[in-house]
């Protein structure tokens, strides 16, 4: 079966422009995670979603960061006026329900000149 | 001090040798996992434990929550198992967030 997939696998970009990522989770799986990589630091939590509950924004750095689920579906993480800090990995993840292994897409490479 | 602590930071070994990283956490957990990341970034999870032992293929992880301590193993360790492994874990207090190790990158030598 097909696993997380992500596009696009790399961006560049100029600063100030709007960029969106696509994650199509593994099908059936509820819950769905992003998670920004920094080169040389560890996993950051962004944001998550659990079937049709409210989303938990919590780990958004800043309101220029913004996502959305359709349903039990495809999500979209979406930055504004991107900055050059912006440029990182975007990994997203997602888990049958809460609490269950998560799996994870091959992430988006996001290079903000 | 980190809520989720691994040992070694790097380790290289030769292939062949029995490799065991080490991951000491501080906080009431409802799961711990092991992760690997390949250089060129892509994460796989290798396990989710919260209790006992598990094997898959040459790898084993095993926790001691009595302890707040876990390990994986890699018998026969080969070049290709070179990445970074990051231990996690999902605590009680942040739900279904994972608390994330620093990882421990492992470079086997052929």
């Known amino acids: 079966g097909a696993g997380v997939s992500q596009s696009p696998s790399n961006k560049v970009t100029e600063k100030g422009k709007d960029v969106e990522l696509r994650c199509d989770p593994i099908s059936g799986h509820t819950a769905l995670y992003w998670y920004r990589q920094r080169l040389g630091q560890g996993l950051e939590f962004l944001i998550y979603f659990q079937g049709n509950s409210a989303p938990d924004k919590s780990g958004l750095p800043s309101d220029r960061f913004s996502a959305e689920r359709t349903g039990e579906s495809v999500s979209t993480l979406t930055i504004q006026r991107t900055q050059q800090e912006d440029s990182a990995v975007y990994l997203c993840a997602s888990s049958l329900q809460l609490y269950n292994e998560q799996f994870f897409g091959p992430g988006t490479r996001l290079t903000v000149l | 001090k980190n809520e989720v602590e691994q040992s070694p930071q790097n380790l290289t070994a030769q292939e062949g040798e029995f490799i065991t990283i080490n991951c000491s956490y501080s906080v009431g957990i409802s799961a711990l996992h092991w992760l690997q990341q390949h250089p060129g970034g892509g994460i796989v999870s290798l396990f989710m434990?919260?209790?006992?032992?598990k094997k898959h293929g040459r790898l084993i992880a095993t926790i001691n929550i009595q302890e707040k301590h876990s390990s994986l193993h890699i018998t026969a360790s080969h070049p290709r198992d070179s990445a970074v492994y990051i231990c996690a874990v999902s605590s009680m207090d942040s739900n279904y967030q994972l608390i994330w190790g620093a990882g421990t990158k492992l470079i086997i030598k052929p």
């Open positions: 434990l919260s209790s006992g032992k």
